[in-house]
């Protein structure tokens, strides 16, 4: 079993629908989360940490819930630049990032 | 730029040829990191250096691979005897000190092997 498990997707929205990813890890002494994106043949950066209270910027909302060990990201008001792949990422006590496989969304108009 | 740079972008040998691939990190950032993506698949984790020191290799699949980074700024990733399994895009990342506090990792553009 994967470290961290991502539904690979993709989904496909349109403009303006709102978006939810899943995303669950099966180690409960991880620490650290984050979401990060990944465009087309392009490298991965950071879009947000996931903070134990939940967490938003603009249109993006970001929830862990440590007792199912799995965290959330939400996009409102999809916009067709949102089209990426979206990478859950832990980490322990280390410096060692683990990154999900990932889950493709498409905006189309 | 300042960014990460990775040389060579692209790269294709034969199956059982030796390769170097080179990062160069963001200056002043002393946390470097490996990763391989293969098609429709994470980053997944090969090492991290700490200035001139691999804090963790554990993610080097065998003993094929191996990396350097002799004066704890550039770091060069080495596969011998290549094999098909390992086309990918390896991709370098560096931290300021390292990823556990911000999470964040600044990646190159990745180089991009392709083994015949």
């Known amino acids: 079993r994967k470290e961290v498990e991502q539904d690979p997707g993709p989904f496909n929205v349109p403009e303006g629908a709102t978006v939810a990813f899943n995303c669950t890890y099966s180690n409960s002494a991880s620490q650290s989360f984050f979401w990060y994106r990944q465009d087309c043949r392009k490298e991965p950066k950071l879009l947000m940490s996931v903070y134990s209270s939940g967490n938003e910027d603009g249109r993006f909302t970001a929830q862990l819930n440590r007792a199912s060990q799995y965290i959330s990201l939400l996009i409102r008001d999809s916009k067709l630049s949102d089209s990426a792949t979206y990478l859950c990422v832990v980490n322990r006590d280390t410096d060692k990032l683990i990154f999900g496989t990932g889950t493709r969304l498409q905006v189309f108009p | 730029g300042a960014g990460v740079s990775q040389t060579p972008s692209n790269k294709v040998t034969e199956k059982g040829k030796y390769v170097e691939l080179r990062c160069d990190p963001i200056s002043g950032h002393t946390a470097l990191y490996w990763y391989r993506q293969s098609l429709g698949q994470g980053p997944e984790f090969l090492i991290y250096?700490?200035?001139?020191?691999?804090?963790?290799d554990s993610g080097l699949p065998n003993d094929r691979f191996f990396a350097v980074r002799p004066e704890g700024s550039v770091s060069t990733l080495k596969i011998q005897r290549t094999e098909r399994g390992d086309s990918a895009v390896y991709l370098c990342?560096?931290?300021?000190?390292?990823?556990?506090?911000?999470?964040?990792?600044?990646f190159g553009e990745g180089s991009r092997l392709t083994v015949l």
């Open positions: 990342a560096s931290s300021l000190q390292g990823a556990q506090d911000t999470g964040e990792l600044f």
């Open positions: 250096f700490q200035g001139t020191g691999a804090a963790d």
